[in-house]
């Protein structure tokens, strides 16, 4: 009952990924200004003036939607999302507009803007206001942002994304400013990603700790590393074929079951639940299933290694 009940709460504080990203996020922004206001006055009272700053978005949140539509309707997700969880996700995707958070809720904010000031503006002529020294910082969104923010927020997945800031050699210490808020966005960016699949996570290296006991075990037992690659070579391909990482296995319900008795297949079928925000009771099999598995390596393990032992 209380784990249904934190479940049910850390649901509702991952779906709402904007009040998440600016919890998580403006105590970093407001400690990087408060931390520059009084370096200041400690060292002599002098003030900072406000930095006026340039963003500059390379990409397209309309593209990279259709990108992520494309993506939903492609053969790496066929068979694995009804209807209502592809609305479900696109829904979820009207409010996952993070580019607009930054501009509004965290350079936008009251705190914020009373040292800085920003303009969105088009990368050259933001480079050459920078090199004339109007502007103190110029911050660069990469392409595909709403693309890598969804595919890592909503789905298993982790790209890459950096924010970069270029800074000018006259205004250091603004430029710094500036680079401690944007970080201060990011690492709320990375830690609503972290927080969405830490438990399943946990069970699933768990799981692969196994893995790795058997491995190590049967390595000893046969005095070289041949069970290593044996196994890389035929049985994590054979994993990856059951599992459905190479194509889609719901439509082989043979397959299927087989693949969610393997660690790579029961960690895909809990991280998709997790995406379409299932409660604990729907993960609980797939926890099970991870759990059974480690079991199983642990104990084998435990026994090639004691009989390598008395060889």
């Known amino acids: 009952m209380l784990l249904t009940m934190i479940w049910k709460d850390l649901l509702v504080i991952l779906k709402d990924r904007k009040s998440l990203i600016i919890t998580l996020c403006m105590p970093a922004v407001l400690t990087t200004i408060l931390g520059f206001a009084f370096s200041g ?6 003030s900072i003036d406000r930095a006026n700053i340039a963003v500059v978005s390379l990409g397209s949140r309309e593209q990279d939607i259709e990108r992520i539509k494309e993506f939903l309707d492609g053969p790496n997700m066929e068979g694995r999302l009804s209807v209502g969880q592809r609305e479900d996700l696109l829904e979820l995707l009207g409010d996952m507009d993070f580019e607009n958070i930054l501009y509004e809720d965290v350079l936008g904010s009251p705190e914020v803007g009373e040292f800085i ?8 002529r933001a480079r050459s206001m920078l090199e004339t020294g109007e502007l103190a910082a110029v911050v660069v969104i990469p ?27 006259d205004h250091s210490i603004k430029g710094e400013m ?14 609503g990603i972290i927080a969405k699949n830490v438990l399943l996570s946990v069970f699933l290296a768990v799981a692969v700790g196994g893995l790795s006991v058997l491995l190590s075990a049967i390595n000893l037992r046969l005095k070289n590393s041949k069970a290593s690659t044996i196994f890389q070579a035929v049985v994590i391909q054979i994993f990856a074929l059951l599992g459905g990482s190479f194509f889609p296995v719901a439509g082989i319900p043979v397959m299927q079951r087989l693949g969610g008795l393997t660690i790579n297949g029961a960690a895909m079928q809990g991280f998709l639940k997790l995406m379409m925000g299932y409660g604990p009771e729907e993960l609980i099999g797939t926890l099970i299933t991870l759990t059974g598995i480690a079991l199983v390596l642990f104990a084998i393990g435990a026994f090639v290694a004691a009989e390598a032992r008395e060889v």
Do not use: C, W
């Not at 006055?41 to 002098?46: D, I, L, P, T």
């Not at 392409?143 to 050699?169: C, Q, S, W």
């Not at 500036?178 to 990011?186: A, D, M, N, Y």
């Open 117 to 124: 000031q920003y303009e969105r503006m088009e990368l050259d």
């Open 143 to 169: 392409e595909g942002f709403t693309y890598d923010t969804f595919m890592n927020l909503a789905l298993p997945f982790r790209n890459p994304i950096t924010i970069e800031v270029i800074k000018h050699p």
């Open 41 to 46: 006055m400690m060292s002599g009272g002098f």
């Open 178 to 191: 500036v680079s401690g808020i944007v970080k201060g966005f990011t690492d709320a960016l990375s830690a």
